[in-house]
Every structure is written in C-alpha cells, then in structure tokens.
C-alpha cells in the first residue's frame, strides 16, 4: 500500500461583479490617473437579452479578461467592465470576446465600447457615451448638457446657441411645450462665460402678479402680509450668472413694466423698498406664445419683447424632427428600466410605427 501526499494549488476566486457604485469610484480613480501618468483607459458595458445571474455571467465571460480588469452591475442583464491600460483596439478586441464568450452559452448580447480621452476626460461623460453608444444614440455635448439632435434642422439651431452663448446678449426661445425650452436654456447658461455661476428659474405662468413681483425682486419686511422679513429676489440672487424666465408671455403688464426697468438700468426696488440694488445677470426668456401677435394685441409690451429678444432661437415640434422619436424613446425606455431594476424590453416594429405617427401636440 503507497500513501501519496501531494501539495494542491488553491482555487482562485470566482471573478466578483462589483455594484456600479464601485465601477464609479474606481473609474473617476482611473481618470484621475490616466490624466496625471498618461496612459489609455477604456470601458465597456454589454446588454444580455436573456435573463442572466451575475455570478453565470461572470463565470461565463472571465476568460476574456485580464487581471485588473472590473467587472459591475449596471442594471439587470446590464453589465459594464473597466479595462484599464488599453487603448481602443485591444478593448474592442475583449468586448467580441465576452460576447462571444455569451453566445457559445447560448446569450445575445450587445456591447458599446467608450475610451478615453476620446469620448470624455471625466466619469459622467465616458458613462453618458457608453449609454449613447448602446441605445444607437448620437447627442451634441454642449457645457456638459448631452443633447439628442439628430435632424438638421436641430443642429443648425445649436450651431447659432452656441455662438449666442458666448456673448452675454439676452435670448428669446420659443416653440411649443415639450419641445426643449430649458434644456436648451441650460445649455446656453452652461457654454457661456457665466456658467461657474447659478442659473435660476422662474415659472412665470405659475405665481399671482404679487408673488412675481416678490420673486423677481425681492420684498422688504412688511412689504405684504406675511412678509415678516425682507427677502432679494431672483435678480439678486444669481450674481454674475442667468436668469432664465420661462413663459414669459404669462407676465402681467405690470410686472412687465418694472422687469422693463430691471433690464435696462439693471438695478432692482425690492418690493416695499426706495433703494436701488445693482443686478449682474443674463436674461433667456422662454414663451409658447407667439409674443409678436400678443405685442399687436397689447398683450405684451413691445419695449419689453424688443429687449428680451437680442436674439431669438425658434424650437421646432418633434412631430417636425421625427428622426429623433426613435432615439428618444430608446433613451427614456432604457433610463425607466434602470430606475425599476428591470431589464430592457424591445420596441416592436408596431410600436415604433406609432409613435413615428403621433402628432405630438407637446
């Protein structure tokens, strides 16, 4: 009888899937790194159609990995992996390997692939790349406001924003509701000179003339009842930044007046008060209104529009950009499931057919 003994090597660890969070704080780690040492930083994420546990997707595709690299979670059947140190060609070569890795065990998926620096220098811009680049999404990144403009019309439009952004001329945006006043409001705010300062918001159509005048301009103790101390207003509050007024053509004639005088000796009397203030803001004003007819009709004040309109930038509907429903609805479809933690259903050619035909009144 012979006893023999023999030293095993321990197994090695199955390869964790990390929560996104830790995908989060290790990328912005990379970024940092790969800014500071140089270097090449890439990230993946691959969309599994079948529903597939983290540990089976993990054991599946880690012999298309490298040591260092990071597997996470994005959301269910959405996994991402961080592929620190390679450029864009060895990291797409590791994104056909997992996902052929997936198929031979009978999973479709679809990958998307985002480098840096190419696509982004900080976390948020690589992420929001990546998202893009699975949904079939291309978006214009304007001040870090990522906007869906695939149709002419809305890029000629940006192209003109951006160069109204860098002046601190006044803007007068209209076009119907839904059809992206503010976030083309933000975008102007955040490519301006004024972006490191706020940018504060004002729904017009949503205050009695009282409260208006006290939002604008701020009220002194006592001004009103209830008014048991003073208070600025917006026009003082956002020093050095933007103050973006939405339906505008909503403002009584009143308080038009003194916004009137606001703009043109850009001071403020704080309602109850007799000392003028100093304000240092822009004006974007946003209306669905057609301000010239109002201006006709007396609804409006023509001093006023004239001031407010240094510029004016007209949104189209969608129903008038029907090349950006597909894309839209894919975003907000995948950017839902994320939020329910549930995987991501497929638009039916019906459904598409449907929505292309909508009319879209806003």
Known sequence: LVLMFQRQRP??????VWPHANFEALLAYQCERTRIAGGTLAIGRLRVQEPITPGRFAATVAPALEAADLLAQYAANDFEVLLAGRGAERARGTLERIVE?????????????????????????????LADRLLGVSRLDLGGERIIADSEPMRAL????????????????????????????????????????RMMTLNCAALTET???????????????G??????????????????????????????????????????IPVGG????????????ATNRPLEEEVAERRFRADLFFR???????????RERRQEIEPLARMF??????????????????????????????
């Open 11 to 16: 197994r090695l660890e199955a390869r964790r």
């Open 101 to 129: 890795a997936l198929g031979n065990e009978g999973f479709h998926a679809r990958s998307a692939l985002a480098t840096f620096p190419h696509d982004g220098r900080e976390p948020e811009a690589l992420v929001g790349a």
């Open 158 to 197: 940006y192209s003109i924003a951006m160069r109204a952004a860098a002046s601190d001329i006044n803007v007068l945006i209209m076009g119907e509701t839904g059809s992206g006043k503010e976030v083309l409001a933000r975008s102007i705010h955040r490519s301006s000179p004024r972006a490191s300062a």
């Open 211 to 225: 409260l208006l005048e006290s939002e604008l301009f701020g009220h002194e103790k006592g001004a009103f009842t």
């Open 227 to 268: 008014a048991d101390r003073a208070k600025p207003g917006l026009l003082e509050s956002a020093p050095g930044g933007t103050i973006f007024l939405d339906e505008v053509g909503e403002l009584p004639l009143g308080v038009q007046a003194k916004l009137l005088r606001a703009l043109e000796t850009k001071e403020v």
């Open 274 to 285: 007799i000392h003028p203030r100093p304000i240092d803001v822009r004006f974007i004003a």
């Open 308 to 318: 407010l309109n240094g510029i004016s930038l007209e949104l189209p509907s969608l």
């Open 333 to 362: 479809l995948a950017e839902a499931c994320t939020r329910m933690k549930r995987p991501e259903p497929r638009l039916s050619d019906e459904a598409m057919t449907w929505l292309r035909g909508y009319d879209w009144p806003g």
